[in-house]
């Protein structure tokens, strides 16, 4: 078990018993969730540009579960992507300043899921900009995103509210 202060972490300066460096930077870097390794594990890939969808998550039988469907596992982790793509997306070039968690989530799961999945996502509340606003005020706000998981033919298999903290960094000195 590794024990680690949260100011060793929030600080960078973390390291495993063995005294290798932890790769832990905070700071969200200019990226897609894709490149995450168990997103990327479990074959979740970005849709195409021009689809109505942002991810997608091609079947595999590392993917099913003892009912032969998509494991809910499996759905929950591909809607909390999408949320977080969703998320960076809005951010754009913003993204490397702003530090972005996930605080609380709410899902539902709707139909058995099978063969390809797809996920997309919009802001909770018709007022996006709200949080922009909140973010560059008070240096933090919360941010409501919305998730819908459906197979090929458009059936609902899950949804959710993905709730997600974001705080501006301070320029380091």
């Given at each position: 078990?590794?024990?680690?202060?949260?100011?060793?972490?929030?600080?960078?300066?973390?390291?495993?018993?063995?005294?290798?460096?932890?790769?832990?930077?905070?700071?969200?870097?200019?990226?897609?969730?894709?490149?995450?390794?168990?997103?990327?594990?479990?074959?979740?890939?970005?849709?195409?540009?021009?689809?109505?969808?942002?991810?997608?998550?091609?079947?595999?039988?590392?993917?099913?579960?003892?009912?032969?469907?998509?494991?809910?596992?499996?759905?929950?982790?591909?809607?909390?992507?999408?949320?977080?793509?969703?998320?960076?997306?809005?951010?754009?070039?913003?993204?490397?300043?702003?530090?972005?968690?996930?605080?609380?989530?709410?899902?539902?799961?709707?139909?058995?899921?099978?063969?390809?999945?797809?996920?997309?996502?919009?802001?909770?509340?018709?007022?996006?900009?709200?949080?922009?606003?909140?973010?560059?005020?008070?240096?933090?706000?919360?941010?409501?995103?919305?998730?819908?998981?459906?197979?090929?033919?458009?059936?609902?298999?899950?949804?959710?509210?993905?709730?997600?903290?974001?705080?501006r960094q301070r320029d380091e000195a």
């Amino acid at each position: 078990m590794v024990n680690v202060t949260k100011d060793a972490i929030w600080s960078g300066k973390a390291a495993f018993p063995d005294g290798s460096a932890m790769a832990y930077n905070p700071r969200v870097q200019a990226m897609h969730v894709t490149d995450l390794a168990i997103n990327s594990a479990m074959g979740m890939q970005l849709a195409p540009a021009g689809r109505d969808h942002i991810l997608e998550l091609p079947e595999s039988a590392l993917l099913i579960n003892h009912v032969g469907t998509i494991h809910a596992s499996v759905q929950f982790a591909l809607a909390e992507a999408c949320s977080g793509e969703f998320l960076l997306r809005q951010l754009g070039e913003a993204q490397e300043q702003v530090f972005a968690v996930l605080r609380t989530s709410t899902v539902k799961f709707r139909k058995p899921a099978h063969g390809d999945l797809r996920a997309i996502a919009q802001f909770a509340d018709a007022d996006a900009a709200q949080w922009s606003a909140a973010l560059a005020s008070r240096g933090r706000a919360l941010v409501a995103i919305l998730v819908e998981v459906a197979d090929t033919q458009g059936v609902a298999t899950m949804t959710g509210r993905f709730d997600w903290f974001l705080q501006r960094q301070r320029d380091e000195a």
